[in-house]
């Protein structure tokens, strides 16, 4: 039986998951916005607003990019904290700081919603091509009932345990990724100003036991500087690096690298580059260097 899936934000992630879902066969259903029309042309509906949503489906993956959009499309007026229905679930697939999960949770499970935690790792690329990652968490069973639709979205949808589980393993992952990023970047800004070929190091490292699926991935575009096109630009990976370290604080768990990788995508954002491709970093650690290459 196809089901009725709402999707709340029609980002890029977003707008991958209905063009996907919608492929499959699937209904969807998203907010009318100037920016979500396009829908109509591919098949799907509009409602009126995230309320109308929740009442309208019984399957809502919510992809909001930005905290703001999430206070609007779920606190605010005609919010979904305002639906009262008891056969909704609700997939929240952003990545959000743990507080904002949880408030997410404690607005939505009164109403009769199930709400589920379940991140997607990965870029819209990484969706069309089933190299995304879903880590669920939450009821178990409900995870299971929604397991067709991720599996739409990401090959690898996994359970992991209660609410919450799936966001916190999305910051070890993501900070293994943005880690290794800048490790990438320092590692090619040294190599570099000792007199070395970019393509020198490329080749050495790949062969070697230090190379790292980051390095071989980016090393080549930072060497060339070039940094579109960006199916994975940096303002993807730039909040969660702020979100990482906050849990980490949070926790008093010690991440002096994450830390570092914050502040230099902070630093990106400064210098008006967050649309780059996310190995844009380097540019950011060259502005350290105190003599030119």
């Known amino acids: 039986m196809k089901e009725k899936i709402g999707i709340l934000g029609l980002g890029r992630m977003g707008s991958t998951a209905a063009r996907l879902l919608l492929a499959n066969g699937q209904k969807v259903f998203a907010v009318d916005r100037p920016s979500t029309r396009w829908l109509l042309d591919a098949g799907g509906k509009l409602v009126d607003s995230p309320r109308a949503l929740g009442e309208t489906t019984n399957i809502l993956l919510v992809l909001l990019a930005r905290e703001e959009d999430v206070e609007q499309a779920i606190f605010g007026s005609q919010g979904l904290a305002e639906v009262g229905k008891k056969d909704l679930i ?4 952003g990545t959000f700081g743990v507080s904002l999960k949880e408030r997410i949770y404690d607005a939505l499970t009164p109403c009769g919603a199930t709400v589920l935690d379940t991140p997607i790792s990965g870029t819209p690329d990484a969706m069309k091509t089933k190299r995304a990652v879903i880590m669920a968490s939450g009821d178990e069973n409900a995870c299971e ?10 090959s690898k949808c996994q359970y992991v345990g209660p609410f919450g589980h799936g966001i916190k393993l999305k910051f070890v992952l993501n900070a293994m990724v943005t880690n290794h990023v800048l490790v990438t970047a320092e590692a090619l800004n040294i190599g570099i100003a000792s007199g070395l070929e970019p393509q020198q190091i490329i080749d050495a490292v790949t062969s070697s036991v230090a190379t790292s699926t980051q390095f071989e991935l980016r090393a080549p575009i930072m060497a060339e500087r070039k940094w579109q096109p960006a199916p994975a630009p940096a303002s993807l990976v730039e909040k969660d690096t702020r979100y990482i370290v906050e849990h980490a604080e949070a926790l008093g768990a010690a ?4 830390r570092l990788t914050r502040d230099y995508y902070a630093k990106v ?12 970093i380097y540019e950011a650690l060259q502005t350290d260097n105190t003599r030119k290459v």
């Open 90 to 93: 609700v997939a929240d697939m």
């Open 145 to 154: 009932i929604i397991r067709p639709v991720l599996e739409v979205l990401a």
């Open 255 to 258: 991440a002096p690298v994450s």
């Open 269 to 280: 954002a400064e210098m008006g580059l967050l649309e780059e491709e996310l190995s844009i």
